[in-house]
């Protein structure tokens, strides 16, 4: 089944601990981003990356970290720096010749 | 001037209604307008999208119109249905030196009563 895969859907975190992410595709699209979502804020941009072994820092990168060690993979760990992670997160692959972006299912973070 | 502003905030429509939501930017060199919808719990889903040298696109019962002077684009849902319900986004996307680089409006959530 082609298409972008995220886990965990739920996620619950201890203040402190860092959580890893995960995010897979198989539509073969160069670039992947990650973004967070608040009520209210629309979408915004954590990290991206257009090729493997280089990513980007969006608007809001502080407390996040991110590899892309395979074209298909791209995690994000929301580091204990990061000081209001509670959020749903939503990765997105997208291609150079149509500019479209492409969803995941997304992941929410709890904070406890 | 990277920002993409979006209203209204929410909106409640009759089924059989028109929808409308209205999206300002400033920067002009955005080169493409999608919308996106997103239904609570998953992922935003591309609905339509526009390119600057159009005025206006439709997809069945969706219109993108465009006003390139004004840099203003909206979305008009015709005959709007329950199952439009949802939580609709603008955005703006630009080439940048590492790929195309999307803005988002802060979203317009549309109930649609039966």
């Known amino acids: 089944d082609g298409g972008i895969t995220q886990s965990p859907k739920y996620l619950f975190r201890k203040e402190g601990q860092n959580v890893t992410l995960s995010c897979e595709q198989n539509l073969n699209h160069d670039a992947m981003y990650w973004y967070r979502q608040d009520p209210g804020q629309g979408l915004r941009l954590i990290y991206y990356s257009q090729i493997v072994n280089d990513f980007q820092k969006g608007d809001i990168a502080e407390g996040y970290s991110v590899s892309r060690e395979k074209k298909e993979s791209f995690p994000l760990t929301v580091t204990s720096a990061q000081k209001n992670p509670t959020a749903f997160y939503l990765c997105?692959?997208?291609?150079?010749?149509?500019?479209?972006?492409?969803f995941g299912e997304g992941s929410r973070l709890t904070v406890l | 001037q990277q920002q993409v502003k979006q209203s209204p905030q929410s909106l409640i429509v009759q089924k059989g209604g028109i929808s409308i939501i209205n999206c300002a930017y400033e920067n002009t060199a955005f080169d493409y307008f999608p919308w996106y919808q997103q239904f609570p719990g998953k992922g935003p889903a591309l609905l339509i999208a526009?390119?600057?040298?159009?005025s206006e696109k439709k997809e069945g019962r969706f219109t993108i119109s465009f006003n390139k002077s004004a840099k203003q684009f909206s979305l008009h849902i015709m005959d709007s249905q329950p199952g439009d319900s949802a939580t609709y986004f603008c955005a703006a996307s630009i080439e940048g030196n590492y790929g195309q680089n999307f803005v988002f409006g802060p979203g317009t959530r549309l109930s649609v009563l039966p």
């Open positions: 526009i390119r600057p040298d159009v």
């Open positions: 997105a692959t997208g291609t150079q010749n149509t500019g479209e972006l492409f």
